[in-house]
Every structure is written in structure tokens, then in C-alpha cells.
């Protein structure tokens, strides 16, 4: 455990962040705990100076000067692994310096608003007070100071809390939501087929907060795709990275794999054939990652929902996942486009993703597609291509 003795010359405002998933117990937890500060310090780095205090699922961030405050609460929503977050003043533990800070810490507030309660809770047992104790006479305290406020226990507009804990005393009346999930890397590491559409991006988005850390594949088809095409999945990572911290780019040429299955392989089953070849690819990629780079990929991450589209329905995706041994995990496999959308106008990749320009597998989308296709045939038509070559090929570019 981290535990920094701090003195503080003064009250300060700090962050206090309280971690998600609590039922995470023993080494699962420790290293949740750790995953999650390092990737707390890896967001904040740039934004100036500043201390880590961590105790009972509680992570309070300690600025020193010039720290942005403002930046780093915007920075700490997309952090999963974080339950909530406020900004709290850190006084000493000392009830009569409490009631003191508090009277000036909340005066802009409570002079505003009409009725509050106090929660308070003791985390450190050798404190003065039991939790109730310190709830009564706080708000005792603070009803006295504030003659235009009443208590109200049910929906108040104000909640002031007081949290006493093994540094210091924490009070704070702005609480903030966290992004939720684990913390990105906690769950391992996956490959993820990144397309310029609006679903690959938010499947991606899912798979972070549930703590993969991912990789992207995307495959292109030049001249039939161009450089507007690749710059729009950059920006998508770009944007995406906010999320899930950085995800490397694969970038993987298909412009003659594609000619080929199109010369021939029979129309309607273009799209499964073609589908079935990117698993290979993406597969191949994590393998020669895993052995050569370091990489521990164990699972490939798709953008396919349910009966979406042709090439998704059960027999479509049951011959595309034939194709790789690699567990594959599609997020959105039970939702519907509306609300795969509104994930991708939140996250902001909505925008980028609509933008018109030719994907490689719409260049070559067969106008009637198998919807109930059959393995053995699938398989026999791949008979057609001389595979081998084309796939390495390919994963050579
Ligand atoms: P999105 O491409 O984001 O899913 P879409 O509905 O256009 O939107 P589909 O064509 O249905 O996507 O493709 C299904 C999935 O196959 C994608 O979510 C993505 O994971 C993968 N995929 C499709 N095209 C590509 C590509 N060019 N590069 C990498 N992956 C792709
Ligand atoms: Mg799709």
C-alpha cells in the first residue's frame, strides 16, 4: 500500500477518488489498486505537480502549486476503474479545525441554498467521534452558523460530507461520477478489428472499460480506399485514447486479397470470405505480437451486433469465427444501432465516423449477400484462392 506521511501547512483541495467494483478482494484488488494509480498518473502528469494518498478503496490526489484542478476533474471522468470522485479540503484531524474549515469551505454553498444533511463516516476508529456523533454535531454546528438553513434528510439540496480518514479529514459537497468499469490493462490485452464505421469505435470503447487494453487493426484497400479513409481512423484513436489510453495501429493492405476473392469466390459470400481472412490476418498479427513484441493478446474484439447486417447473422458469424481460434469478443452483439449511436455521440467518435469516406468493404459489397451461409461451402470456395500466399502477403504489407 501507498502510504505518504503528509503534513499539511495548511487546508488544501484535493481529489478524492473512490474506486469501482469493490467486491474485488485480495491480490485481485492490489492489482486494481496499483493498474489504477498508474494509470491516474499517466492521465495527470502533464497538468503540474502532485501526491498520491491511498487508503480504504480511497485515492486522494494532493496538488502542489499550479496543479490544474479544473483540467484534472475532466481528465479523471474517463478513467475507468473509478466509481466517483469529488473535490474535497483536506484539514487535519482535529474536530474543532473541521468546524472551523468547514464554516468558511462550505459558506458560498450553504448560504445559497435552504436545507442540507450532513454524512459523515470514520474510516480511522481512533477518532474522537463515531460516525453519527460527528453527522449530529457537524451539522448542529453548521445549522447554528447558517440561520437560513434547515435539515432535510430526504433529497436536501445540499449534502455535505465528512469523511475522516487515516491522513487526514476530507470535506466536500461536489461529487462527480466516474467513468465506472476496471481499469484499462487489468483484464489483459486484446486485438481489436477497427473499421471507419460507428460500431468498431465504440466496442472498443466497451472492452477498456471492462480493462482490456487493446490494439487496432485496419485493414484498407488502396486505390479503392484512400488517405482521408486511414486519417479518419486515426482521428478515431485520437479520440478514443481518452478512454482507453494509447492503442497502437496495424495498419494491413487487402487490395489484392480482395481482387482475388472477388475473381473467384461466388458473389453472396464475398463479405464472409473476406471477413474470415481479416480474422486470419488479425490472429497471425497477435501471434507474431505475442512471440516477438512482448504482447500477451488473448482475444480479438469486433464491432458486430446481432442479425445487423447480412454478415452478421447467427450463421454468418458462426462461419466468420471458424476462422480463428482466438476467443472473439463482440460488445455489441445485443444492441441496436440507436444505442450504439448514442455511445458513439458521447464518446465523440460519432462525429468522425460518419464522415462519407469508402470503407474497403463497401467497395466490394456483394448486392445479395448469403444471410443463412453454409461452412462446407464457405470452405470449399476458400479452395478457389491460394490463401497461404495471400495472407501472408497481406500481413507482409
Ligand atoms: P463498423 O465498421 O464500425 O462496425 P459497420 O456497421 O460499417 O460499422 P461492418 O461492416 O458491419 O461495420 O463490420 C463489422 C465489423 O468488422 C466491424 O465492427 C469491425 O470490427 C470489422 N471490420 C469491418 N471492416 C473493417 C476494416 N476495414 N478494418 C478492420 N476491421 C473491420
Ligand atoms: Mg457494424
Redesign the pocket.
Known sequence: MLKVALKLSENREVILIKEGELFLKGLNKKNFEAALIKNIKGKLKSLGEFKIVKAQSTIAIIPEEHFNLNLAIEKISSIFGIASFSIALAVEKNFEAILKASKEYLKDVLKNHKNFKVVAKRSDKNFEFSSMELCKRLGEFLLNEFKNLTVKLNEPEVVVYLEIRDSFAYLYYKKFQGAKGMPVGTAGEAI????????????AFMMAKRGLKLR?????SPPY?GQRALKKVEDLLLTLEKWTGKIPLHI?NITTLQQEIKKNCPENVL?IIL?RC?LKITQSIAENLNQNFNCNIKAI?????LA??A??TLGALGCIENAASMPILRP?IGMDKDEIVKIAKKIKTYEI?ILPFE????VFTPKHPKTNPNLEHILKQEENLNLNFLLKEAIKN
Open positions: 481489436l478489428l477497427l473499421s471507419g464505421g460507428i460500431d468498431s469505435p465504440v466496442a487496432a487493426v485496419h485493414f484498407e480506399t494491413v463479405t471477413r481479416m474484439v469486433t464491432g458486430e451486433s445487423q447486417v454478415s452478421q455489441l465516423s470503407d474497403c468493404c463497401t
